[in-house]
């Protein structure tokens, strides 16, 4: 069944677990989640983004989700819009059946350029207004994602603050969260804590001074009753890097965010972890070892198939390892 965002992070909270929010764009990834799901006996939230809109189209996201529920009728569902840019976009989602959208306001409706800490606060408290009038829950974003190696906003595949940005922007003010949460009344804020989109998140493995994990309790404790949400939470597997090195690929030395680190995050009050990249990563991986395995094959459905089966892998690791197996 659908269910709103703040009844799943709600129960998450009591219960003292997290929940991934995969992206999706097409088929084989919404199904990897949900068998996933159903065999983990967990709750999913499943995200699409304004690009996965433009790559599958409305209508067809809305029926595969739609599909999703009726094939899985016994796992609740979250259909969340991922990066809204406007109370505009956030309004088309909610009439096309979303249960929660994301309403972005730390960047300009570019969804590039930072934006003042007014703006932010208005447009999130518009959507927040009207999406609670019909039941959709809201999640907001303080503090903009980014490298505190370098100071990029690291924004590679075009989601995100773009050029430089300083060390404050990159890290979510405790106190100011407490005034955000108390003037829009978000039901679940994503904060700035280092972390970025994509695969180049870090350079070396991530210690505290480059990954603010510390952080997350000093927020929670300011805005208790609302959850916490980590974007750029992809782990960037090794172990699918080099499959995709071996079978054709060039990806340079990169390092995501260790499961254990997101783990203390859930122990701090993150409820909402966003993993987009793991899932590409996997799939690439899959796809490239496939084709290049088995040369004479040419149905598209075998490659599509492995690469169902290897972002199913990430989807059940990740259940696991937040909490929420066994909580649907
Ligand atoms: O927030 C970023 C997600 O990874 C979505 O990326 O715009 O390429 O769909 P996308
Ligand atoms: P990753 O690129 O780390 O998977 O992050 C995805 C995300 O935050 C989507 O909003
Ligand atoms: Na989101
Ligand atoms: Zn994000």
Not at 98 to 105: C, E, H, L
Request: a negative charge; aromatic letters at 6%; hydrophobic letters at 40%.
């Amino acid at each position: 069944a659908f269910i709103s965002l703040r009844q799943m992070l709600d129960h998450a909270a009591e219960n003292g677990y997290g929940i991934p929010a995969f992206n999706v764009n097409n088929l084989e990834q919404i199904q990897a989640i949900m068998e996933a799901a159903q065999a983990a006996d967990s709750p999913v939230i499943l995200q699409a983004s304004a690009g996965a809109r433009k790559y599958a189209g409305e209508a067809y996201l809305r029926h595969m989700m739609l599909a999703a529920v009726e094939s899985h009728p016994d796992i609740p569902v979250v259909v969340h819009q991922d990066h809204g840019t406007s109370p505009a976009v956030c309004i088309q989602s909610i009439r096309s059946g979303f249960t929660s959208v994301m309403m972005d306001g730390s960047l300009l409706a570019d969804g590039k350029t930072p934006s003042s800490y007014d703006y932010n606060v208005d447009v999130t408290r518009r959507v927040t207004e009207m999406a609670h009038a019909v039941g959709v829950s809201v999640e907001g974003e303080l503090g903009c994602l980014g490298s505190l190696e370098t100071g990029e906003a690291g924004e590679e595949d075009g989601v995100g603050a773009v050029g430089k940005l300083t060390h404050d922007m990159m890290l979510t003010d405790p106190l100011q969260a407490r005034d955000f949460v108390q003037q829009t009344g978000v039901d679940a804020l994503a904060i700035a804590i280092g972390t970025s989109h994509g695969a180049y998140k870090f350079t070396r493995k991530p210690t505290g001074d480059i990954l603010a994990i510390d952080r997350i309790a000093a927020i929670h404790a300011q805005i208790p009753n609302t959850h916490l949400v980590m974007h750029g939470s992809s782990s960037v597997p090794q172990e699918w890097l080099e499959i995709i090195r071996r079978f054709g690929g060039d990806i340079k030395e990169t390092y995501g965010v260790p499961v254990e680190e997101i783990q203390r995050g859930i122990q701090s009050g993150v409820r909402k972890i966003n993993i987009d990249t793991d899932i590409r990563l996997a799939m690439t991986g899959a796809m490239r070892q496939l084709l290049a395995e088995q040369r004479s094959e040419f149905d598209p459905r075998k490659a599509l198939l492995a690469a169902k089966k290897a972002a199913s892998g990430i989807c059940t690791a990740r259940f696991e390892a937040f909490g929420c197996a066994g909580q649907a």
